[in-house]
Structure formats: C-alpha cells, structure tokens
Nanobody, 115 residues
Framework: QVQLVESGGGLVQAGGSLRLSCVAS????????MGWYRQAPGKERELVAT???????AYADSVKGRFAVSRDNAKNTMYLQMNRLKPEDTGVYYC?????????WGQGTQVTVSS
C-alpha cells in the first residue's frame, strides 16, 4: 500500500506562484508513474502533469509553459511548481502514483487563485 500526502496549497493572487509537494510512504524509485490531477467545483477530475521514473514529463495544454513537475527520489517526493497562476487553475490538486496509471491517490490540497 502506498500512501501519498500533498501539501503546499493555498490562496494566491492571479499571476502568483505556488509549489505543491507530494510525499510518498515508499521509495518512489519503485514507482514508475506519478502525476498531478485537479478537480474544479462542478467539474470532472483532469490530468495536469505526469512524470515517469525515467524523468519524462507531460502536461495538459492549459498549463504548458507555466507548470513544472519534478521528483526527488532521495526525498520520496514529487513537486509541482505552478507559475503565472490563473483563476481557472483553482481546484483541489491530487497526487497520484502507480505502475502505468494511477493506483494510489492522496487526499488533495486546495489551490485558490483570486482575480
């Protein structure tokens, strides 16, 4: 069983930055797939960014050039650096991990971007 704990959410003005962290209960060297998802009020959960064990990353079109996902295997932590935030980035951000797709989820952290 893998436990994931997110942190770093909060309230920020449009144009600001936040860095989310996701700490895993196991060595993430053994985890191939890790990713960030978000869910806005009244909307379905959507993929934001993914990073696999080899370091390859992928992003939703809406965040390309503004967000950056990374992982620190020594700290068993994945990060999401979010810059130039927009009100439409508001939502609950979830960390996910698995073999080739999400099998484990964190509890989520709220990000609110005011205009």
């Amino acid at each position: 069983q893998v436990q994931l704990v997110e942190s770093g959410g909060g309230l920020v003005q449009a144009g600001g930055s936040l860095r989310l962290s996701c700490v895993a209960s196991v060595r993430i060297l053994s985890i191939v797939f890790m990713g960030w998802y978000r869910q806005a009020p009244g909307k379905e959960r959507e993929l934001v960014a993914t990073i696999i064990s080899g370091g390859s990353t992928a992003y939703a079109d809406s965040v390309k050039g503004r967000f950056a996902v990374s992982r620190d295997n020594a700290k068993n932590t994945m990060y999401l650096q979010m810059n130039r935030l927009k009100p439409e980035d508001t939502g609950v951000y979830y960390c996910a991990a698995g073999l080739v797709s999400p099998n484990y989820w964190g509890q989520g952290t709220q990000v609110t971007v005011s205009s």
